[in-house]
């Protein structure tokens, strides 16, 4: 196939742009990024899910990131009241890989960037000055600053702008382009730990637990755990005044975290999150084309930050730029997928929100106690546990089968247990 004659910019070296330089590269498109390299030390985002394996496969660096990282086979949800649900991604069937990792953020950014790098993606250490355009073949431009610094003449400019640049979302608010949001405001404060007690799930499994006020996260890293929590704005006001003392005192004062962090050490800064979804009305234009964060973002629970970021970039590249330039037709097909993606993984995420996911599991359990091996109700018991862990895999998120059964079942085949709200995060 011809090498299509574009050439492209990409505003932010996050997950998402370094992914889609990565593959613009491959197919020998043209690609320079434009990024400041300003980032925390700690970011959230630090646990993949399976879906992500591909891709990394696909850019030759499934074993340069087991290098620094720690094999996640799945993950378990508590609740004070007992309850444990765990899933093991191996039990979900044979699609895609049976396990994915837990990365240090900085380590796995860098390892994009640098294969990136390799591919022969330019990258420009500084940040883009992004303009609206008279143009009228295009909605936004390069200033001529940024221009000369990629080595574009006065007359030239890319073909097209991508914005990578997160939640900084500059291309929407450069053209005051709307967005939805979702309902929950809630604020998260992570770090590092060491000897922070993480032995109640198999080794590399991540633990999410529904507390008095909120939720929490443990994520197994080499030699450390970051554990974060996630709650509502006002109750993080009753822990401290401090982003430390809110975090530290929600360790202390919550039953299923204080007894595994009574000998834990901090390692790290803590680190302030706010968590609120956000998705884009509008994704394309004139010349350019939004991903990643920049298009939106959903919940952190479950994990689907990065393969989002890392999937709105295989969008792009198998659906927009396959076949050379973009065209209206396929960009807005790709933005119908990228929504569907986001409704998809945050309808699971709800399921957990409101307590439906472990009410559902209580009642499975009970029903299906004690009964022998090819009693129905087990045999549906096993079969919802490999559709919640398929759809947390991402490998089955978007399924109208998966979708379809879960709302069946969280309607129809639940008694005998606690009301929902009473799983519910609060």
Not at 101 to 129: H, S
Not at 390 to 403: D, E, F, L, N
Not at 405 to 420: A, F, M, N, P, T
């Amino acid at each position: 196939m011809a090498i299509p004659d574009i050439s492209v910019a990409i505003i932010g070296a996050g997950p998402a742009g370094c992914t889609m330089a990565c593959l613009l590269a491959m197919r020998g498109i043209r690609t320079t990024v434009f990024d400041d390299d300003k980032r925390p030390g700690l970011l959230v985002g630090e646990s993949l899910v399976p879906a992500v394996i591909p891709t990394l496969r696909k850019l030759g660096i499934e074993e340069r990131v087991r290098e620094f990282s720690v094999e996640k086979p799945g993950a378990s949800f508590f609740h004070g009241s007992g309850s444990r649900l765990h899933f093991s991604f191996a039990d979900r069937g044979k699609k895609a890989p049976a396990y994915a990792f837990n990365v240090p953020r900085p380590q796995f950014d860098n390892l994009l960037r640098e294969r990136a790098t390799e591919l022969g993606v330019k990258f420009i250490g500084k940040r883009a000055e992004v303009v609206k355009s008279m143009a009228p073949d295009r909605e936004l431009e390069l200033a001529a600053a940024s221009r000369e610094l990629a080595g574009y003449s006065s007359a030239e400019h890319p073909d097209w702008l991508i914005d990578g640049t997160g939640r900084s979302r500059l291309f929407a608010r450069t053209l005051g382009l709307p967005a939805r949001k979702g309902t929950r405001k809630d604020v998260a404060y992570f770090a590092h730990f060491e000897n922070f007690t993480h032995d109640e799930v198999p080794s590399g499994q991540i633990i999410i637990s529904v507390l008095e006020h909120g939720w929490s996260w443990r994520i197994p890293l080499k030699d450390r755990l970051s554990v974060g929590i996630v709650i509502d704005k006002e109750a993080a006001k009753r822990l401290g005044d401090t982003a430390v003392e809110r975090l530290e005192n929600a360790i202390r004062s919550e039953p299923l975290l204080s007894e595994k962090g009574k000998n834990a050490q901090r390692v790290s800064e803590v680190m302030t999150y706010t968590n609120y979804q956000l998705i884009s009305e509008q994704g394309y234009g004139k010349g350019w084309i939004m991903m990643g964060d920049a298009f939106g973002f959903v919940d952190p629970m479950l994990s689907p930050g990065l393969f989002m970021a890392l999937e709105s970039a295989n969008l792009l590249d198998s659906l927009v730029f396959s076949n050379g330039n973009p065209e209206p037709a396929t960009m807005k097909r790709y933005c119908r997928d990228l929504k569907h993606w986001h409704s998809s993984w945050q309808e699971l995420i709800e399921y957990f929100y409101d307590g439906r996911i472990l009410q559902m599991y209580e009642a499975g359990s009970k029903l299906a106690a004690g009964k022998w091996a090819l009693n129905p109700a087990k045999i549906m018991e096993r079969h919802m546990s490999r559709v919640i862990a398929s759809m947390a895999a991402g490998v089955g998120t978007r399924s109208g089968y998966h979708r379809g059964l879960l709302r069946h079942s969280s309607k129809h085949l639940i008694w005998g247990v606690e009301d929902q709200a009473f799983y519910a995060v609060r």
